[in-house]
């Protein structure tokens, strides 16, 4: 199976496009429809568009129908063959084969959508488009919107094409979820219809993210983008932004056939939804997505290993980051909380982001504070201030001498040995922490 990854696009591909007629045969296209039957009129219309594929390079086609192989009565839910299969330049083969397709049976659309999965080839460099020529809705038992939307998801075929002709009434509903639906109401829309389905599947569409800056200029990049489709929500297209050596926002070439999502993975992420590309045309899509540095660093040498910083943005309890001191990360301009993870937890709210612009923190350098007992037991080390204890970490049961490096402060620890079974034998010891400084404290 074709992996829906493989619609992603490089400079250096150059995508096959293959598309599939498939062609509604079935009893009521011997219905008359203007100038006479539908069929003959759908068979006379496409053979045309057929001759004007001829025009374009890197395309194969192939014919599909239904509704052609057993007569209404039968009601064969599986009429429904690949009657000429993809190839180069087979235009003439599928005019020859229309001649012969008479209407007969029943409409399985559903069934169709999913023997064509497997009508074509297995390769990771082709667009696989269908177009579905129907005059009526699904007469079997299958479900033409569930097929087509399995289908999509697992990258076998784009989002189909549907073009109804003939129809009573508007059906866009019902087809909406099978694919793009168009809705034919004579002859000359029809043929209209092909030409601007054929125009959408094959013309080159392209398309630039302008990621914005508070002064609205595009200067912001570097940045990861996903473009999920709307109705699968399946991921499309993955590029890390980038300007080109003009200054400007790349070109992307992207498939119009989708509508899309598109998320900017900027800390924290920015969504534009329901993004509907113009086909044949150089689309922009300006997102508001002004950026600034926070640095998170120690004040002279460090002498923690892998200390990090949880970013939240300023009243939200949700973890954006868990950032490396030393490391510079980039953020939406805005209004951030942090929380560094020292002993004791260093708090700091509504640190402003700027555009373009660099903001330090600076932590003091904390100092090595080795607590010795002359017995194993139970107790903790807290800040002292303003006449109560706020608990900063628990001691190790098991260790004798233990190493902290605190930030400069007022401590207290408190400590009862195993052995000791009366909390009068509790020991309480008060030290200072000074910046870069040693100490050692005492309990026995």
Known sequence: MIAHSSYAQTEKEE??????????????????????????????????????LSVYDNLEVALRVYGHQSPRNDNDCKDTKLEVPFAPDNAQRIKDKL????????????YSLLQAASDFPTDRKSRNIIILITDGVESCKEDPCAVSMALQKKGIFLKPFVIGIGLERDYSDYFGCVGSYYDAVNETAFEQVLGVVISQALNTTTTQVNLLDKSGMATETNVNMTFYDVETSTIRYNYVHTLNSRGVPDTLVLDPVYEYNLEVHTIPSIKKKNIKLISGKHNIIPVDAPQGILEIAIEGRSVYKNLQCIVKQADSCRTLNLQLFGAKEKYLVGKYDLEVLTLPRIYLEDVKVSQSHTTTIQIPTPGNITIMSAK????????????????????????????????????????????????????????QVSSGAGASVKIY
Request: aromatic content about 8%.
């Open 15 to 52: 995508k096959l496009n293959r598309i599939l007629f498939l062609l509604d045969a079935s009893g009521s296209m011997h219905g008359n429809w203007e100038s006479g039957m539908k069929i003959k009129v759908a068979k006379r219309l496409l053979g045309k568009i057929i001759d004007s």
């Open 99 to 110: 001649a012969s397709i008479n209407p007969k049976g029943q409409t399985p659309i559903g």
């Open 376 to 431: 194993r037991g139970y107790g903790s080390v807290y800040q002292m201030g303003n006449d109560e204890l706020v608990w900063v970490c628990n001691l190790n049961t098991e260790s004798l001498n233990q190493n902290l490096k605190l930030q400069p402060g007022n401590y207290r620890v408190v400590f009862r040995s195993t052995n000791a079974k009366k909390s009068a034998y509790t020991v309480e010891r008060d030290f």
